[in-house]
């Protein structure tokens, strides 16, 4: 078993790598304007086949996302995984996004709208301070949420130096949440997705699949939920606006 932990190390520094490029290319994808010639038109069946194979990567990640949540991947496979499931989860999860970002195509001259910015400094300033505050409050409202557990790290961390599993020590509340809400930020995610100066019929069709997807999960979310994240994340903001003023 200690061996099984110590191989898990080099396995744990290529996850944290692959979160940090995924964040990186995440915030081009939903964040940076892809302008193609106006006057590029494509035809109708390439339109289509262009979404149905965007489709067919959603609907991948999807698979694999949901597969790897479930409770018959958990009992099959992620018993024999024990501390190492999180972070198998993750990294595939991180390989399967990038496969999509990769993939993707785009529709060219079917546009649901578009407001061009490059002759407006000022509408250019807005989106670019909504997507810039919108992706601030996520990062920190999952850097609440106990980051490196949710990317398994800190459960090889505990089983190197001999702990029990990191899920025991957080308090009833935050368990709750992560269970609940394992993802925090879907408003502001969704306000990156649609608040877009460009929507291509591919922007719209990832955008309403991952905001059926992103609010399958609130559902379960409960008011005492909300209330610890709030509370949360003005104890955090308190405590900066200290540390500033200090």
């Not at 996850?15 to 290319?25: E, G, K, P, Q, S």
């Not at 991948?60 to 989860?89: C, E, N, P, W």
């Not at 599993?165 to 649609?194: D, N, T």
């Not at 019929?201 to 309403?208: A, E, K, P, V």
Request: glycine share 4%.
């Amino acid at each position: 078993m200690m061996l099984k932990a110590l191989f898990s190390i080099p396995f744990c520094i290529a996850t944290c790598y692959a979160i940090c490029i995924l964040v990186f290319n995440t915030v081009i994808f939903f964040s940076t304007q892809k302008i193609h010639a106006l006057h590029t038109v494509q035809d109708s069946n390439e339109v289509m086949k262009i979404l149905l194979f965007d489709l067919l990567l959603v609907g991948i990640f999807v698979l694999q996302h949901r597969f790897m949540a479930s409770s018959l991947y958990k009992d099959l496979i992620g018993r024999r995984l024990g501390f190492l499931q999180r972070t198998v989860y993750t990294i595939i999860s991180c390989i399967t996004l990038k496969f999509l970002f990769e993939s993707w195509k785009t529709v060219r001259g079917w546009d649901i709208w578009f407001w061009d910015f490059r002759d407006s400094p000022v509408t250019s300033g807005f989106f670019y301070l909504v997507h810039t505050v919108a992706w601030s409050i996520l990062f920190l409202e999952h850097a609440l949420m106990e980051p490196f557990y949710l990317i398994g790290v800190k459960q090889v961390y505990y089983r190197l130096w001999g702990e029990i599993s990191p899920w025991q020590y957080m308090s009833r509340r935050l368990q709750s949440i992560i269970a609940h809400m394992p993802h925090p930020g879907v408003v502001c995610f969704l306000i990156v997705l649609w608040v877009y100066p460009h929507m291509s019929l591919d922007r719209w069709l990832i955008s309403t699949l991952l905001t059926w997807y992103t609010c399958l999960g609130l559902g379960q979310v409960t008011k005492k939920d909300y209330m610890y994240i709030e509370e949360q994340t003005q104890v955090t903001m308190t405590s900066t606006s200290r540390r500033v003023a200090a």
